[in-house]
């Protein structure tokens, strides 16, 4: 199965995700967190640096549980991302 490449949008709502989390864990480590909420350390890095801009469903409501975050209102916010402007390759 080939997987559709990521819109730019979904890139960018991927690494806002990533910012989210990752304020949300504050100073608290990323070994921590990903140990409470099942995961690995590598796969919150990659999270929180957009590098998994779709992680799946179960390791968002993970991290939200542990991180005290309603998944609606993550919802919400990563659904007000709108899309970077798209680059102009004329004007290089």
Do not use: H, N
């Not at 640096?49 to 779709?54: H, S, Y």
Request: charged share 25%; hydrophobic share 45%; glycine share 6%.
């Amino acid at each position: 199965m080939v997987r559709t490449p990521l819109t730019p949008l979904e890139r960018e709502r991927g690494r806002f995700l990533g910012v989210l989390l990752r304020q949300a864990r504050g100073e608290r480590s990323m070994a921590e967190i990903a140990a409470a909420s099942g995961i690995s350390a590598e796969t919150l890095r990659k999270i929180e640096t957009g590098r998994a801009p779709t992680p799946a469903f179960f390791t968002i409501a993970a991290l939200a549980t542990t991180l005290g975050l309603a998944l609606d209102e993550i919802a919400a916010r990563c659904a007000a991302v709108t899309a970077p402007p798209e680059e102009d390759s004329a004007a290089a």
